[in-house]
Antibody, heavy 122, light 108 residues
Framework: EVQLVESGGGLVQPGGSLRLSCAASGFTFSSYWMSWVRQAPGQGLEWVANIIQHGSEEYYVDSVRGRFTISRDNAKNSLYLQMNSLRGEDSAVYYC???????????????WGQGTLVTVSS | EIVMTQSPATLSVSPGERATLSCRASQSVSSHLAWYQQKPGQAPRLLIYDVSTRATGIPARFSGSGSGTEFTLTISSLQSEDFAIYYCQQYDDWPPYTFGQGTKLEIK
């Protein structure tokens, strides 16, 4: 059974930093792209970042590029999101998602974790 | 960036009836369109990908159709567990992947 378990969320002041983690199990982690997707309170879904299987390619939504860094440790079956220079608009539940059902590089998010809440406030 | 627009924002339907949800893309996404279901306090769940392919374990009452810029999710006979928020998502042209704003399916 595929499982994705996020951790690391919490309350942080504007300008602060936070590192999210996602522990994966039930599949061959190193064979999949992985993503972070966020959802502000009462709002819709926003893709944040993707990382290729071996970590050599990363992609970001414009609003976080230069502030957030996605990374992975395939030996630990773990995905990370380092978030710096946090802003109020970054407050959201952050979901770790597996990228699957691909046609070339066009893929969906086929499994999601339960999410971790990040609140940016003074 | 491709903008995804869902309609209606809220849909009220009685159990046992059919529900039809719409999604429009600002430009063609070919067949690279997915639907997700999200219940309160839960993560999204993939329902449909490639416009019409049901994900593993998804009941046959869920079906998707469309092409290019116009897409539809149909739930043929609503069960109580189907009342939720539904999002469409394009994965044809990324980054960024983009989602619609969601349609809330509520009990009439």
């Amino acid at each position: 059974e595929v499982q994705l378990v996020e951790s690391g969320g919490g309350l942080v002041q504007p300008g602060g930093s936070l590192r999210l983690s996602c522990a994966a199990s039930g599949f061959t982690f190193s064979s999949y792209w992985m993503s972070w997707v966020r959802q502000a309170p009462g709002q819709g879904l926003e893709w944040v970042a993707n990382i290729i299987q071996h970590g050599s390619e990363e992609y970001y939504v414009d609003s976080v590029r230069g502030r957030f860094t996605i990374s992975r440790d395939n030996a630990k079956n773990s995905l990370y999101l380092q978030m710096n220079s946090l802003r109020g608009e970054d407050s959201a539940v952050y979901y770790c998602a597996r990228v699957g059902h691909c046609t070339s590089t066009r893929c969906t998010f086929d499994f999601w974790g339960q999410g971790t809440l990040v609140t940016v406030s003074s | 960036e491709i903008v995804m627009t869902q309609s209606p924002a809220t849909l009220s339907v009685s159990p046992g009836e059919r529900a039809t949800l719409s999604c429009r893309a600002s430009q063609s996404v070919s067949s690279h369109l997915a639907w997700y279901q999200q219940k309160p306090g839960q993560a999204p769940r993939l329902l449909i990908y490639d416009v019409s392919t049901r994900a593993t374990g998804i009941p046959a009452r869920f079906s998707g159709s469309g092409s290019g810029t116009e897409f539809t999710l149909t739930i043929s006979s609503l069960q109580s567990e189907d009342f939720a928020i539904y999002y469409c998502q394009q994965y044809d042209d990324w980054p960024p992947y983009t989602f619609g704003q969601g349609t809330k399916l509520e009990i009439k």
